[in-house]
């Protein structure tokens, strides 16, 4: 391993080339349309040698594995990245054409640089120059490049993983994707690397009201109506004050990150919490509490509503919906049972509950092995860096591998480009003008080696 591997100009030109490559394909989800990208990354690696398969999970809907096979008893390891992205939104708010990927003032731009194409990338080159040293590993290493995260990652990981014939496929004993690796503003000489060691689970609903239907110009009583008893299952749900509750992340997340001692008690204590968000608001002039919050509590947010079609028509029903998501550890009947007390008996049961989404959290402790590997692995691209485990309040494709037991962590990381801010790089990734440095896409492809070489 030397540095000059990754600043050899044609390694770096191909890089950049593949990467140009795959924002050109266009795979926005809805529809995904991730086949001709995974025949894109198949065909690179049929090229070099390997066995490949390139597996529909519907129509348009590709995934493709592929690995290195290991020599004996050692763990296996999966890089893996989703190939889809999410809308570019208004073309008019674009510097360059978001399918253009663009190699402008040392970025490649587009849909997708960052989120996550960029990462799929240094994830498949880091595999290939492992690959073209004839290295052969203890346990395989695995690389997939797969459809759908954007929408939950049903076409994608989350049906690979339950189907008895794809299953060994993608099944690694340590898994690694996006989800973290970003650098707090904090820390000075040692960077902290957010790393993802557990997702919010997701429980989204739909609900509906009931009443008379009838016309508007001989109304009965308000009260009674579908629409009125919606209001009131809203007011009810936006007074509901959700608890703190300090799980042992939240404590490990305040544990490594470089902040003096008092501030990381007041932050873990459940009574000062709050004040000391408050109080980190005021210092850093953020809405701290926007991002610190969703992780110490259960949150229940209506989303979508609908009733009636005609002005003088009294609908009979109206529906709303809930995007709920849940600290590890809480499922459906916690939810059931916050909705009972916050709307009262006779109002929960008066509404008619629709469940969609059904997918407890997850969590990978740090204690495994993997993690510690990470850990070696950033230290030695980046000497001094820390890692800061966190919870995400969204969720990603690791959710589906956590699920099955394995171990999954997020982490990509990315260092903060000259002349940009936290906050701007953080925007990009579904906003506009989203694009990579081309000294991260190399950073990053340089971790997955030193990480994949380490089995
Ligand atoms: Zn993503």
């Known amino acids: 391993m030397s540095d000059e591997y990754f600043d050899d100009p044609s390694f770096k030109k191909e890089a950049i080339q593949t990467l140009q490559d795959l924002i050109r394909i266009d795979t926005t989800n809805p529809p995904g349309n991730e ?5 894109y990354i198949q065909d690179k690696l049929q090229s070099e040698g390997f066995d490949t398969e390139l597996i529909e999970s519907a129509p348009g809907r590709g995934n493709v594995i592929t690995r290195i096979k290991g020599s004996g008893n050692g763990p296996s390891l999966l890089l893996i990245g989703h190939l889809d992205v999410v809308p570019a939104g208004d073309l008019d708010k674009w510097d360059v054409p978001p399918f253009s990927g663009e190699l402008r003032d040392g970025f490649i731009w587009g849909r997708g640089a960052l989120d996550m194409k960029g990462s799929v990338v240094a994830e498949l080159m880091a ?8 290295y052969r590993p203890k346990g395989d290493i695995i690389y997939a490049a ?3 995260e954007e929408a939950g990652g049903h076409f994608g990981p989350g049906w690979l993983l339950n189907q008895p014939e794809h299953f060994e496929k993608i099944k690694a004993d340590n898994v690694i994707s996006e989800g973290g690796g970003s650098v707090l503003p904090i820390g000075g000489k040692n960077p902290n690397f957010l790393i993802q060691i557990a997702e919010k689970g997701i429980f989204w609903t739909k609900f509906r009201t009931f009443g008379p239907a009838g016309h508007g110009s001989i109304p009965g009583k308000p009260k009674e109506m579908a629409i009125i008893k919606m209001k009131e299952v809203l007011d009810k749900l936006s007074k509901y004050k959700p608890p703190i509750i300090i799980q042992d992340i939240f404590r490990e997340t305040a544990a490594n990150i470089s902040l003096p001692s008092i501030a990381r008690k007041l932050l873990t204590t459940k009574l000062t919490m709050k004040g000391a968000v408050w109080l980190a608001g005021k210092i850093f002039g953020e809405d701290i509490g926007q991002l610190i919050f969703p992780l110490v509590q259960n949150k229940i947010t209506p989303t979508m509503l609908k009733a009636g079609e005609k002005v003088n028509a009294i609908p009979g029903e109206c529906e709303g919906a809930i995007d709920v ?7 459906r009947n916690d939810l059931n049972r916050i909705l009972r ?4 008996k006779k109002l929960y ?3 008619e509950w629709e469940p969609i989404i059904d ?4 969590y990978t402790p740090t204690s495994v092995p993997f993690y510690n590997q ?3 692995t950033i230290q030695e691209v980046e000497p001094g860096a820390k890692l800061v485990p966190i919870l995400s309040p969204g969720s990603t494709d690791l959710l589906h591998f956590r699920n099955k037991g394995m171990n999954a962590f997020g982490f990509v990381p990315m260092k903060i480009d000259e002349g940009m801010t936290i906050r701007e790089m953080g925007e990009m990734p579904h906003g506009y003008n989203e694009r990579i440095s081309v000294d991260n896409l190399m950073f990053a492809t340089k971790f997955f080696y030193n990480l994949a070489k380490k089995y």
């Open 127 to 134: 595999f290939l120059r492992i690959h073209r040293e004839g």
């Open 146 to 148: 797969t459809a759908d």
């Open 374 to 376: 990470i850990k070696e």
């Open 359 to 362: 997918q407890p959290g997850g």
């Open 35 to 39: 086949t001709k990208a995974a025949e």
């Open 341 to 344: 007390e916050v709307l009262g």
């Open 325 to 331: 998501r849940f600290l590890p550890g809480y499922d």
């Open 349 to 351: 049961e008066a509404v």
